[in-house]
Nanobody
Framework: QVQLVESGGGLVQPGGSLRLSCVASGSISRLLGMGWYRQAPGQQRELVAGITSGSSTNYADSVKGRFTISRDNDKNTVYLQMNSLKPEDTAVYYC????????????????WGKGTQVTVSS
């Protein structure tokens, strides 16, 4: 069983930055591939950025060059640094894992956090 807790969301103006954090329970968290996903109202949940247990990363085209995912295994934490935020980035952001070392799409995620709201508005 893996428990995930997100934090760091909030209201930010266009062009601003936020850093999201996801703390995973258990020492095995360092072996897990982790992803940040988001869901806007009326939209499907989508993978924004992922990081494998070996720290390989991938990103959705819409966030490449603006968002950076990283992990600190000593703190069992995965981060999402979001820069140059746009109104279309507004969504609930979730941390998730399928329980393996890889990155997965949202349909294969087994463990979800409760999410953190990000609102980009002037």
């Amino acid at each position: 069983q893996v428990q995930l807790v997100e934090s760091g969301g909030g209201l930010v103006q266009p062009g601003g930055s936020l850093r999201l954090s996801c703390v995973a329970s258990g020492s095995i968290s360092r072996l897990l591939g982790m992803g940040w996903y988001r869901q806007a109202p009326g939209q499907q949940r989508e993978l924004v950025a992922g990081i494998t247990s070996g720290s390989s990363t991938n990103y959705a085209d819409s966030v490449k060059g603006r968002f950076t995912i990283s992990r600190d295994n000593d703190k069992n934490t995965v981060y999402l640094q979001m820069n140059s935020l746009k109104p279309e980035d507004t969504a609930v952001y979730y941390c998730g894992t399928a329980g393996g070392s890889y990155i997965t799409g949202s349909r294969s995620v087994r463990y979800w956090g409760k999410g953190t709201q990000v609102t980009v508005s002037s």
